[in-house]
């Protein structure tokens, strides 16, 4: 290992395996050097495939070690917020997992540690760094959709009953979806929009399996009033069956977006615009889907290779230039912020102000 280069420690090596790949990147400035795991299984497995040197079944081993400077947290959502105050307490920066945490509560109490810390907070909020949904914010930022108007995004799983075979956690705590799911969509819409003022929200139970507990929403739909003014509407959909043609298709992506301005429409894989502002001619733009395949391979995680390496390829600029992660602590917290409004207008029936004053 190279001792100039930034250590990073990775605990929950599911969706945490892909951070390993790093370990595959000569030119890269930061190296995983620990690991940690309950399976031991998939910790040795881990270990010798990406040479990590060390390897523990406890994570307070692995935020101890004076040769880790970020520990990444990708552990079951409720298992989060005691990891952040721990890796804060000793020192680290930090890159955990969407949702960052699990209640309005958690995430004002991370926020006031990591002001504390002066640490570096990054929450892999894995669509912001996706190539065609960048392309796509890209395309917005240009100005050629124009005035937005309204917008809607969605978070569709189908077939939960897979990932429950794959972690049982899942319907055993059980993880509450209108963080765990909805995060993806409510980040998405504010990477675009900003602060959210206003929600309303229904939520429905999800019998097509039922592991779920029934008092529990893994299928929700909220409208959205942001403080700019556009308005947009939510769907999480993960007790579902999956729609037709799969997760990547153009009839119902799992990561759904759609942004419609006065000059022009964003639909997840495309656009269309009018060339000048006199509406004489239009363009079409369709995004990338080269890494859908390579980022779900279908093998035992089929994660976001690619959107890690990029986000640790951010945190390794913030830790040099002293700069702040776009999803920061703060961003993380005003989305989870967003889906406790959510929660709480669907427990009460009315729409719900949310917080922002983090």
Not at 176 to 185: D, E, K, R, S
Not at 277 to 304: L, Q
Request: proline share 5%; net charge negative; glycine share 8%.
């Amino acid at each position: 290992m190279d001792s100039s280069k930034i250590g990073i420690g990775v605990i929950g090596l599911f969706m945490g395996k892909n951070l390993l790949y790093i370990n595959r990147h000569e030119t890269a400035g930061s190296e995983v050097r620990a690991v940690c795991d309950v399976d031991p299984e998939r910790l040795k497995a881990n270990q010798e495939e990406f040479r990590v040197p060390f390897a523990t079944t406890d994570y307070r081993e692995l935020i101890a070690r004076s040769d880790i400077d970020v520990v990444g947290i990708f552990t079951p959502d409720h298992l989060h917020i005691q990891m952040i105050r721990e890796a804060l307490e000793a020192g680290k920066h930090i890159i955990c997992t969407k949702p960052m945490v699990n209640s309005l509560a958690e995430a004002r109490e991370t926020c006031e540690l990591v002001k504390r810390s002066g640490r570096k907070f990054l929450v892999g909020q894995t669509r912001r760094y996706v190539r065609h949904h960048m392309e796509a914010k890209a395309l917005f930022d240009s100005g050629k959709i124009g005035l937005p108007l309204m917008a809607e995004a969605s978070y569709v799983h189908g077939d939960i009953w897979k990932v429950f075979d794959r972690g049982a956690w899942r319907y055993e705590v059980p993880q509450n979806m209108l963080y765990g799911a909805m995060c993806h969509p409510v980040d998405h819409l504010r990477w675009y929009f900003g602060d959210v003022d206003e929600v309303f929200a229904y939520g429905c139970p999800g019998p097509i399996d039922p592991r779920y507990p029934q008092d529990q929403f893994p299928n929700a739909m909220a409208n959205l009033k942001f403080k700019n003014g556009v308005i947009a509407r939510l769907l999480q959909a993960t007790g579902v069956v999956e729609p037709p043609y799969g997760s990547e298709s153009d009839v119902m992506p799992m990561e759904g977006v759609s942004i419609f301005g006065t000059r022009g429409t964003i639909a997840n894989y495309h656009a269309r615009y009018f060339e000048d502002n006199f509406r004489g001619t239009y363009r079409v733009v369709d995004f990338s889907k080269s890494e859908a395949t390579a980022d779900f391979d279908g093998k035992e995680y089929s994660g976001h290779a690619a959107s890690v390496l990029r986000y640790i390829r951010e945190m390794e600029q913030c830790i040099w230039n002293d700069t702040r992660p776009q999803v920061d602590e703060v961003e993380g917290a005003k989305c989870i912020a967003v889906c406790s409004a959510i929660e709480e207008s669907i427990a009460a029936g009315k729409p719900v102000k949310v917080f922002n004053d983090f």
